[in-house]
């Protein structure tokens, strides 16, 4: 059965940073390409970023390039999304989404999804 | 930007047939998915590429996609059906992912 966890979600403060993880079983995890999906409160679902097999390719919405910095460990079946400089309206839900593509180019679309991860930026 | 445009919600009668519409320029030339969230949990794929059936989902879901339309078809509405349901594409000519701002269905 595929699983993805995500953890690392909290209260932060404006220009803070936070680590969100997502531990993936399952599937074998370096087969896929791996994204990050956010949802806002009671709104809709935005793309944040993806990552190649190896890591060797990632890609990231306008508002949170420079900012935000996704990796993955392959050994540990772990996607990870390093969140610095950190918004107010980066607080959302925060899911790790699987990629159906196997492929060298993503597919683009999510055939599973982790349970979520609270962000909450606050002073 | 590429935008897509869903209603905010749709009704339907037990047992009825609902069609939930992602709208967008030429979207019959993109590759369209749908998903299902129910409150308080994750979104679960229920179509993708227009028209295609993850495995478990039940044949009562469909999809289409045409011209300036996407159309997600629910027959035979059930109670449990009730959920938000987005649309989703990738547009190359932006090389973004776009998601709907999603239907809510209330089954009445």
């Known amino acids: 059965e595929v699983q993805l966890v995500e953890s690392g979600g909290g209260l932060v403060q404006p220009g803070g940073s936070l680590r969100l993880s997502c531990a993936a079983s399952?599937?074998?995890?370096?087969?896929?390409?791996m994204t990050w999906v956010r949802q806002t409160p009671g709104k809709g679902l935005e793309w944040v970023a993806n990552?190649?097999?190896?890591?060797?390719?990632?890609k990231y919405v306008d508002s949170v390039k420079g900012r935000f910095t996704i990796s993955r460990d392959n050994t540990k079946s772990s996607l990870s999304l390093q969140m610095n400089s950190l918004r107010a309206e980066d607080t959302a839900v925060y899911y790790c989404?699987?990629?159906?593509?196997?492929?060298?180019?993503?597919?683009?679309?999510?055939?599973?999804w982790g349970q979520g991860s609270l962000v909450t930026v606050s002073s | 930007s590429y935008v897509v445009t869903q209603p905010p919600s749709v009704s339907v009668a037990p047992g009825k047939t609902a069609r939930i519409t992602c709208g967008g320029n030429?979207?019959?030339?993109?590759?369209v998915h749908w998903y299902q969230q129910k409150p308080g949990q994750a979104p679960i794929l229920v179509i993708y590429?227009?028209?295609d059936r993850p495995s478990g989902i039940p044949e009562r879901f469909s999809g289409s996609n045409s011209g300036n339309t996407a159309t997600l078809t629910i027959s035979r509405v059930e109670a449990g059906d009730e959920a938000d349901y987005y649309c989703?594409?990738?547009?190359?000519?932006?090389?973004?992912?776009?998601f709907g701002g999603g239907t809510e269905l209330t089954v009445l």
């Open positions: 989404a699987r990629d159906s593509g196997r492929d060298v180019a993503p597919r683009y679309y999510f055939d599973y």
């Open positions: 399952g599937f074998t995890f370096s087969d896929y390409w």
């Open positions: 990552i190649r097999q190896d890591g060797s390719q990632k």
């Open positions: 030429r979207i019959g030339s993109k590759n």
């Open positions: 590429y227009d028209k």
């Open positions: 989703q594409l990738y547009d190359s000519s932006t090389d973004g992912v776009i």
